[in-house]
């Protein structure tokens, strides 16, 4: 059966060309980072398209422009390629790398098309400068072969694979293989691998990379719906989650809660407004954690009462930092409207007891411990659990 290669570009260009416009269609949709590597990859697809139909209207143009701005044009689309998966990984896109890789390849292929002509060495600068771009890629994405791994990424490890696996074919066929006429479109069967991958890899690419954002939107959609809006803490939700775990892990006689309550804290509600008011709500919310330790877990309740779960943690070491967190907080000024303001902290104190059947009853226990520092005066810590388990863990120092 015959093959033609002009045809089998030309075909990649038109699909890559088709894909274009609907990537770039989809950005109005997101924003930040999301919006970015989607634009870069829309434009990519538009060079990939150039690239690929000069390439396939070799016979009908200039060696220069089948050659030598095909190439170039490949390269760039190569580079922002990169650039795209990069930015969509998290991980810095380096820039100065990527077209110091993109350039030397094209100024190797010039060389070698119209200096010193040699179809080999040419496809030998291609594929360093594509091993080269790949390498970049395969790194971050290495990640995705581990257990419970991402899938969308080992989707796009596979494209890219592919890809290395058809320049790795074409090289082989020219070192070890008998190619009477080299050339692009010379019907090899290094050349038809290539080529067929090649058409239909702008397809497998983008469903790659659409999986890929798909499901970094949604792991943002589930922290977001877990994370306090206004402090970046855990919220009501998240907390109830995070309580129930720890109290599945952790041995009937360690674990400690923190009820915390802002003392009237309405009155800078009412003096500077909401906004004044969320203002020193995240101001304690940064001070309160610099006074955690790792594994404990701070999280907003709702207005202006926070939750602080303290893991393996007994009554004594509970006190400490509760007393500890008390004291620094009343240290914190914020300015409001020209004003250093301060406030005080009333603290509920509640440590596991073996007949509590859940987290909730431990925090309930904080909760009226809680009422009970504010009815004493607030300002200050109080605690209704009458035992006293020996101390397991040091209590952090607060680090601002």
């Not at 006429?181 to 890899?201: D, V």
């Not at 989650?241 to 923190?258: I, Y």
């Not at 005066?377 to 209590?395: F, H, I, K, N, S």
């Amino acid at each position: 059966m015959h093959i033609d290669l002009v045809t089998l570009s030309l075909v990649g260009a038109l699909q890559a060309l088709l894909l274009a416009p609907l990537l770039l269609a989809a950005t109005r949709a997101y924003t930040g980072v999301a919006r970015q590597s989607l634009r870069i990859w829309g434009t990519v697809l538009v060079l990939q398209a150039l690239g690929w139909a000069l390439m396939g209207a070799r016979d009908q143009i200039s060696g220069w422009l089948s050659i030598v701005l095909a190439n170039g044009v490949l390269m760039i689309s190569y580079a922002e390629t990169t650039r795209a998966l990069r930015l969509l990984l998290g991980v810095p896109p380096r820039r100065g790398l990527l077209a110091a890789i993109g350039i030397s390849g094209w100024l190797g292929i010039v060389w070698f098309a119209q200096v010193q002509p040699d179809y080999p060495m040419r496809v030998y600068i291609a594929t360093v400068s594509l091993g080269g771009f790949l390498l970049l890629l395969l790194w971050p994405l290495r990640h995705a072969l581990r257990p419970g791994g991402s899938t969308a990424q080992r989707v796009m490890l596979l494209v890219l694979l592919g890809a290395a696996a058809g320049w790795f074919f074409r090289v082989c066929e020219l070192i070890f293989g008998d190619v009477p006429t080299p050339g692009l479109l010379a019907a090899t069967p290094g050349n038809i691998a290539q080529m067929i991958y090649s058409a239909m890899e702008p397809v497998f690419a983008s469903v790659g990379f659409l999986l890929m954002y798909n499901e970094l939107a949604q792991a943002e959609l589930r922290r977001l719906a877990r994370t306090d809006a206004l402090t970046g803490m855990l919220n009501r939700f998240a907390l109830d989650e995070m309580a129930q775990r720890l109290f599945q892990q952790t041995s009937p006689h360690s674990g400690a809660v923190l009820m915390i309550d802002i003392d009237h804290f309405k009155t800078i509600n009412d003096r500077f407004g909401h906004a004044g008011g969320d203002r020193m709500l995240a101001a304690l919310a940064r001070g309160i954690s610099q006074c955690l330790r790792a594994d404990d877990v701070l999280g907003r309740v709702g207005g202006e009462e926070f939750l602080v779960l303290l893991p393996g943690t007994g009554i004594d070491d509970a006190l400490t930092l509760a007393e500890r967190l008390r004291t620094a907080v009343s240290g914190i000024q914020v300015t409001l409207d020209g004003e250093p303001q301060t406030v005080t902290i009333s603290v509920g104190v509640a440590v596991r007891q073996a007949e509590d059947k859940g987290p909730g009853a431990l925090v309930r226990r904080a909760d009226r411990a809680l009422y009970a520092a504010k009815n004493a005066g607030r300002d200050q810590v109080a605690t209704l659990d009458a035992t006293r388990p020996t101390p397991t863990r040091d209590v952090a120092e607060c680090s601002g």
